[in-house]
């Protein structure tokens, strides 16, 4: 790691632990670190930043923690001084930042998480140094956030209103805000007040998923009330090219059924992506089957992970029917490249979104007449964090033109490891490739199925500890497997490569074990 205290001559070692109570923490004047400029700061933090970026590809894309530095973070005391500006970014380089995750790495395919783009890194910077609160207000950052969120919006091909939506922490917030506001919808409907009564004494409320739906969709349920027994697990139907897809004829039943019985079906959370394949449900039979957009089941779209996808026109079509949802989740901080901490919720109902959430206390009274009102009259948060500035970066950066470009590498270096595993006689696909996620086994033939599940259940930690790629596993139609996710354009056949020679030797060994 470049050696950041060096930026700092003269810079000395501080952070002393407090020996005592309160009183020591005031230090005296003699210790106090000499003051560094605001920009010098600022100038050797990026500096380092771009070291660390320059350094990843010379590095394991992942290494265990020292269990001492481990220790040492876990258990770090509360400093009573504080420290110089050189130990703050040299700590900082040795201890953390030389422990990454490994997102970022090329050769990493862990999970959906994504490589910082640098532009929207750059911009994360000038967001924290302007700092405003996104709640509203008359400053760049509030007509800035809603038109990203329209440029979102135009990206997936979602109808837009100015104003109807929001960024978020992520597409689990995302998620919590949509259920939030169709839950207020049906009861609304039905003639009863969720924001005034709660929901003792309400009627009953059901919402329809797959099995492959992402576990953020029953948090919010759960969390809302509602009661996770009410979400319904749809069946899957197909397999085949498209993959294993929301079974529209039985998610019609389940609905038909509960409202026999008197229910209230109130939300369908579909998924334009899936974790685990990437699959997309058939949307617009889904909406069909709601009445949607504004019908009697409010269709939620979770586009996460996937729904940048249909900006690459090779699988476009297979994304028909999302603008027919009632409200749409993204995840900017996946394959948009934002860094960690954006999400957004898309709406068709500018307003529903409003009557669901809006609470406008005397002194948060909006005087600037702005009638879209406060970012904060739509969602959860107040204070809100300057997310728009990022992602604005990431999309004005690279224009549509770029961005389609960079999604569709991610799709090729996709196809190019699914041709691999078709080649190699000791791999099979779990599940056909839709989007950027390969989901594959390291199956060698005449290896018992028990032995193949028990090898593939345990392979993602032995590649990950091998250093040289990084992928995560999975269960998916109860077995075992590896799912390889790209969202690095900077992916290319070399890692793809990569990943497979590690994946057939880490398998080889562990099969070697069970023999
Ligand atoms: C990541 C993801 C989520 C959850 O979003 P967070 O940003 O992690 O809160 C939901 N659905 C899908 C398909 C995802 O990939």
């Known amino acids: 790691m470049p050696d950041a205290s060096s930026v700092f001559p003269g810079a000395s070692a501080g952070g002393a632990p407090c020996p005592g109570g309160p009183m020591s923490a005031r230090g005296t004047d003699g210790d106090a670190a000499p003051p560094v400029a605001t920009a010098d700061l600022l100038r050797a933090a990026a500096d380092l930043a771009a070291a660390h970026l320059a350094g990843l590809e ?36 040795r201890q953390v930042l030389a422990y990454p995750m490994g997102n970022g790495h090329p050769a990493f395919f862990g999970w959906v998480n994504a490589a910082p783009h640098p532009a929207a890194l750059a911009a994360g910077l000038l967001a924290g140094a302007s700092n405003p609160s996104s709640a509203g207000g ?132 579909a998924s334009a992506g899936t974790v685990n394949t990437g699959a997309i449900d058939p949307l617009a039979q889904i909406a069909a089957v709601c009445g949607a957009p504004g019908g009697a089941v409010w269709l939620h779209v979770d586009g996460a992970y996937g729904a940048f996808g249909v900006l690459d026109e090779r699988v476009a079509a297979r994304f028909a029917g999302l603008e027919r949802a009632d409200s749409l989740a993204l995840d900017p901080h996946k394959w948009l490249q934002v860094p960690i901490g954006v999400g957004a ?66 799709n090729d270096a996709a196809r190019m490891l699914e041709r691999l595993v078709r080649e190699a006689p000791d791999l099979e696909l ?37 250093g040289a790629a990084f992928v995560t596993g999975s269960v998916y139609e109860g077995r075992p497997m590896l799912r390889a996710c790209v969202l690095n354009p900077a992916t290319r056949l070399e890692h793809v490569r990569l990943l497979v020679r590690e994946v057939r030797e880490a398998g080889a060994r562990l099969l070697e074990r069970e023999a």
């Open 138 to 269: 008359d400053h760049a950052d509030v007509p800035l956030e809603r038109a990203v969120v329209r440029w979102l919006a135009e990206l997936v091909g979602f109808p837009h209103e100015t104003g109807a939506g929001l960024l978020t922490s992520g597409a689990s917030m995302a998620t919590i805000v949509a259920v939030g506001a169709a839950r207020h919808r049906a009861l609304e409907r039905a003639g009863w007040d969720v924001r005034g009564q709660g929901l003792a004494g309400a009627p009953r409320l059901t919402a329809y998923a797959t099995a492959e739906a992402h576990s953020c969709v029953r948090k919010a349920i759960e969390l809302l009330g509602i009661g996770g027994a009410a979400l319904r697990t749809v069946p899957e139907a197909g397999g085949g090219a498209q993959g294993a897809r929301m079974d529209v004829a039985a998610l019609s039943e389940l609905v038909e059924r509960d409202r026999r019985e008197g229910r209230v079906p109130f939300l369908v959370a």
């Open 345 to 410: 919720l898309l709406v068709a109902d500018r307003e529903g979104l409003r009557a669901a959430f809006s609470l406008v206390p005397p002194y948060l009274r909006d005087e600037s007449g702005d009638a879209l009102g406060w970012l904060s009259e739509y969602g959860i948060e107040q204070t809100r964090q300057f997310r728009s500035l990022p992602v604005w970066a990431s999309i004005a950066s690279r224009g549509r033109a770029g961005l389609a470009r960079d999604i569709a590498a991610c």
């Open 58 to 93: 010379g590095r394991p894309v992942w290494r265990p923690m020292p269990a001492a530095l481990r220790d040492a973070l876990l258990n770090a005391p509360l400093p009573c001084d504080g420290l110089a500006a050189g130990d703050l970014l040299d700590d900082a380089a």
């Open 430 to 466: 779990a599940a056909a490739v839709q989007l950027s996620i390969v989901a594959f086994r390291y199956a060698p033939a005449g290896v018992a199925q028990q032995v193949v599940d028990r090898v593939n259940a345990a392979l993602p930690a032995a590649v990950q500890q091998r």
